[in-house]
T-cell receptor, first 110, second 116 residues
Framework: DAKTTQPTSMDCAEGRAANLPCNHSTISGNEYVYWYRQIHSQGPQYIIHGLKNNETNEMASLIITEDRKSSTLILPHATLRDTAVYYCIVRSYYGQNFVFGPGTRLSVLP | GAVVSQHPSRVICKSGTSVKIECRSLDFQATTMFWYRQFPKQSLMLMATSNEGSKATYEQGVEKDKFLINHASLTLSTLTVTSAHPEDSSFYIC????????????FGPGTRLLVL
């Protein structure tokens, strides 16, 4: 599975949109982009995933560039409860497990 | 849907004893479950892949005789830490994949193990 690169940490003001970038320049055609987050002392929580098209659900939006070499997770109105470590993971559909990197520590500030 | 539970949520044990952690998929069947370990301020590291009715596959460096995995049903996998030592103290997290659906894994809330 392709490797991803994310900023170590980010801050966001409460109520504002949080835009978390992820680079995955070596992604191959059958690999999906997944986003999970981990709130302190809890298990990872699934957020969203996509292949080529932009995706949106009740939690977030995922914007994937046309060349698929990078993506952005958007939390439209961040709240204090969105403070967590966010993991961007690239994995093929038939891939076994998810490989977690260090992720981005998002701090939502009041 | 897609809820995964773990029991216990935290456990303290004495060095040399064994501890069993349960991972259950509550509202779906999971042919495959995964066990991860997370040390403080580090990311999750896969320990083993558990398939219902067959032997688990362990990652390099993970002792299969120390971390016993049993996946006897489509909704339950157990991890037993045998002869636990203080260095086994960690946050153990399981995940489950819905049978017939390779796309997404759902994670449990984790079990914090402290070995004294």
């Amino acid at each position: 599975d392709a490797k991803t690169t994310q900023p170590t940490s980010m801050d966001c003001a409460e109520g504002r949109a949080a835009n978390l970038p992820c680079n995955h320049s070596t992604i191959s055609g059958n690999e999906y982009v997944y986003w999970y987050r981990q709130i302190h002392s809890q298990g990872p929580q699934y957020i969203i995933h996509g292949l080529k098209n932009n995706e949106t659900n009740e939690m977030a939006s995922l914007i994937i560039t046309e060349d698929r070499k990078s993506s952005t997770l958007i939390l439209p109105h961040a709240t204090l409860r969105d403070t967590a470590v966010y993991y961007c993971i690239v994995r093929s559909y038939y891939g076994q497990n998810f490989v977690f990197g260090p992720g981005t520590r998002l701090s939502v500030l009041p | 849907g897609a809820v995964v539970s773990q029991h216990p949520s935290r456990v303290i044990c004495k060095s040399g004893t064994s501890v069993k952690i349960e991972c259950r998929s509550l509202d779906f069947q999971a042919t495959t479950m995964f066990w991860y370990r997370q040390f403080p301020k580090q990311s999750l590291m896969l320990m083993a892949t558990s398939n219902e009715g067959s032997k688990a596959t362990y990652e390099q460096g993970v002792e299969k005789d120390k971390f016993l995995i049993n996946h006897a049903s489509l909704t339950l996998s157990t991890l037993t830490v045998t002869s636990a030592h203080p260095e086994d103290s960690s946050f153990y997290i399981c995940s489950a994949r819905k049978t017939g659906n390779q796309e997404t894994q759902y994670f449990g809330p984790g079990t914090r193990l402290l070995v004294l």
